[in-house]
C-alpha cells in the first residue's frame, strides 16, 4: 500500500520516547542516537508522518531539552508528553491522555527505540481498524522469541499477550512474538487503557493487556504480521549497528533501483536524505552525510566523504575529495584528487585537479584552479572570501589571502601569494624573483667535499 492509498480516517501517533535507555552507556537519551545521519526518535516520526498521522503525541522523559528540539525540528506541531516515572508502556500512553480524550478514528502506538517500521507498515497496522477491528497488533515469528511479549492464540483467534516473565512454560514456547507495537480504534482506546492493571511480574502497566481486555468485551483484535529484521528494537550500540545496517541495506537499494550504479554497495554510506539521480555513478567506499543531492549523470570516484553539497549535472569528482559545509558544482565542474571544498562554488565547467583547499569561495565558469592552491580564509579569529572570476587561471602552489578577488579571465602566476585583488585579464606574479648562479653548484660542492677530506672522511 502507498500512503497515497491511505484511507480518509483521521489518525493520531503516539510515539513512546521515554527512558534512557541505560544499556547504550550513554549520556545521549537512547532514541537521539542516530542511524543514517537522522535520530531513531527522527525516523519513527518521519515514519509515522509519512502514514498519515495528522496528529503526533510524543511522550518523553520531562525536562530533557534536546528531545524536545529533535521532536520540533522532525515533527513540528507534534504535542510532548512528559512521563515522569517509567511505570509500563500503558502508562506512558496514558501520559498523553489528552489526544485519547478527543480521540481521531485511530490511534497508533510507536516506540521511538523501533526506528526500522516503514510507513507502510503503519498503514498496514491501522488498516484492520477500517475493517471495525478495536486493536491490530504487530507481530513476528521467532526460533528465538526469548524476551518478547509472546502472542496467544486459539486457531485464528487471538486471546491475549503475555509477556516472558509473566509466561508459563507453555507459553514461552509460543512463537509468535508481540512487536510492540499497536493501532487501537479511537473510539475505544481509553476506555482500554484505562483497565490495564499492574497485577504482573514487572509491576508495571502494559500495553499489550489491551488486547485481552479488548477479547473479553467481544472486540476484534487482529494480528499484522511483520519481518522480525523490521520490528528489531534498539536497546544497546550492537543493536544500533544492526538497525544502521539494515537502514542502508534499504537506502543503498532504493539508491540503485532509481537508476544509480554503485559499484560495492556495501562499501557505499548513504543518509536518510541522501538523492542520487539517474546515471550517477558511486565507486566503491564512498561516504554520504546529510544534505547531499546529487544530480543526473555525475561520478563519484572512490574514497569521497561528502556533507552538506549539491552536484549539479554531470559532475565528475575524486578520488579522495571531500566537500562540506554547503558546497555547490555546478554543471561539468570537475574536482580530481585531494581537494576539499567548504562553503564553495564552482560555476559550470570549473576544474581544480589536485591537492587544494578551496574555502568561502566563489569560482566562475571555466575557470582553472592548478595544483597546490589554497584559499587563506581564516585568519585565526574571522572567515573571509575568495572570489575568482570566470575563466580564471590560477597557477599551482598559490595561496589566495581572503578577503580577495582574481577578476575573470586573470592569471596567477604559479607559487604566488596573493594579499591584493587581480584585475580581470591581468596578470599577477607575487614571489621571489629568479637568480641563476652559473656554475655555483660545482664550485660549492667541491669546497664542501675539500671540507670532508680535512675532517677525515666524516
Ligand atoms: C515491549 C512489549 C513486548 C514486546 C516488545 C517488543 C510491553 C509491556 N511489552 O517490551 O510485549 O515483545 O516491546 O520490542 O509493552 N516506554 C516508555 N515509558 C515506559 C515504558 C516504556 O516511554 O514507562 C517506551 C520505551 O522508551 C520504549 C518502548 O516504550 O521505546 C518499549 O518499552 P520497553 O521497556 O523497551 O518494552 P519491552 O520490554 O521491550
Ligand atoms: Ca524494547
Redesign the pocket.
Known amino acids: 500500500m502507498t500512503p497515497s492509498a491511505t484511507p480518509p480516517r483521521s489518525l493520531t501517533a503516539i510515539v513512546?520516547?521515554?527512558?534512557k535507555g541505560t544499556r547504550m552507556r550513554s549520556d545521549l537519551p537512547k532514541v537521539l542516537h542516530r542511524i543514517a545521519g537522522r535520530t531513531m526518535l527522527g525516523h519513527v516520526l518521519a515514519a509515522v508522518q509519512a502514514a498519515g498521522a495528522g496528529r503526533i503525541a510524543v511522550?518523553a522523559e520531562p525536562g530533557r531539552e534536546d528531545v524536545d528540539a529533535e521532536i520540533a525540528r522532525e515533527a513540528p506541531g507534534a504535542q510532548v508528553f512528559p512521563?515522569a516515572e517509567?511505570?509500563?508502556?500503558a502508562?506512558?500512553v496514558l501520559a498523553a491522555r489528552a489526544v485519547l480524550e478527543a480521540p481521531d478514528d485511530d490511534v497508533v502506538i510507536a516506540?521511538?527505540?523501533?526506528p526500522l517500521i516503514s510507513a507502510e507498515t503503519f498503514l498496514r497496522l491501522r488498516a484492520p481498524l477500517a475493517e471495525g477491528a478495536a486493536v491490530a497488533v504487530l507481530a513476528f515469528e521467532s526460533p528465538t522469541p526469548t524476551g518478547?511479549?509472546r502472542v496467544l492464540t486459539e486457531g485464528s483467534r487471538v486471546l491475549a499477550?503475555r509477556?516472558e516473565k509473566d509466561a508459563s512454560p507453555a507459553e514461552r514456547a509460543v512463537t509468535l512474538?508481540?512487536?510492540?507495537l499497536m493501532a487501537l480504534s479511537g473510539q475505544h482506546a481509553l476506555t482500554l487503557l484505562s483497565r490495564i492493571g499492574n497485577d504482573n511480574a514487572a509491576g508495571?502497566y502494559?500495553?499489550?493487556d489491551a488486547v485481552a481486555l479488548a477479547v473479553a468485551e467481544g472486540f476484534s483484535v487482529t494480528v499484522v504480521p511483520v519481518d522480525e529484521a523490521e520490528a528489531q528494537?534498539v536497546n544497546d550500540r550492537v543493536q544500533l549497528s544492526i538497525a544502521e545496517a539494515a537502514i542502508q541495506a534499504r537506502l543503498r537499494r532504493s539508491a540503485m533501483l532509481g537508476g544509480a550504479t554503485l559499484v560495492a554497495p556495501e562499501t557505499v554510506f548513504l543518509s536518510h536524505d541522501t538523492i542520487l539521480g539517474r546515471d550517477v555513478v558511486v565507486e566503491p567506499h564512498v561516504v554520504f552525510g546529510p544534505g547531499v543531492r546529487v544530480a543526473d549523470g555525475c561520478t563519484v570516484q572512490a574514497f569521497a566523504h561528502l556533507t552538506d553539497t549539491v552536484l549539479e549535472g554531470s559532475v565528475r569528482i575524486g578520488p579522495f575529495v571531500r566537500l562540506r559545509g554547503h558546497a555547490v558544482l555546478e554543471t561539468g565542474a570537475e574536482l580530481g584528487n585531494f581537494v576539499e571544498l567548504k562553503n564553495a562554488r564552482m560555476g559550470p565547467g570549473a576544474k581544480a585537479a589536485h591537492l587544494t583547499y578551496l574555502g568561502d569561495a566563489e569560482i566562475g565558469a571555466k575557470a582553472n584552479i592548478g595544483a597546490g592552491t589554497i584559499t587563506c580564509n581564516y585568519d585565526g579569529v574571522l572567515k573571509h572570501k575568495t572570489t575568482i572570476g570566470a575563466g580564471a587561471f590560477i597557477g599551482s602552489n598559490s595561496a589566495l589571502v581572503a578577503p580577495v578577488t582574481v577578476g575573470e579571465g586573470a592569471y596567477v602566476a604559479s607559487g604566488s601569494v596573493i594579499t591584493d585583488d587581480v584585475p580581470a585579464d591581468a596578470m599577477a606574479v607575487a614571489r621571489g624573483r629568479q637568480a641563476v648562479k652559473p656554475g655555483w653548484a660545482k664550485l660549492k660542492r667541491a669546497a664542501l667535499q675539500a671540507e670532508k677530506a680535512l675532517r677525515g672522511g666524516r
Do not use: K, S
Request: one cysteine or more; glycine letters at 20%; aromatic letters at 10%.
Open positions: 513512546l520516547a521515554a527512558g511522550v512521563q517509567r511505570l509500563g508502556t502508562h506512558a516506540f521511538g527505540d523501533t518478547y511479549g499477550i509477556e512474538c508481540n512487536a510492540g508495571e502494559y500495553l499489550p528494537g
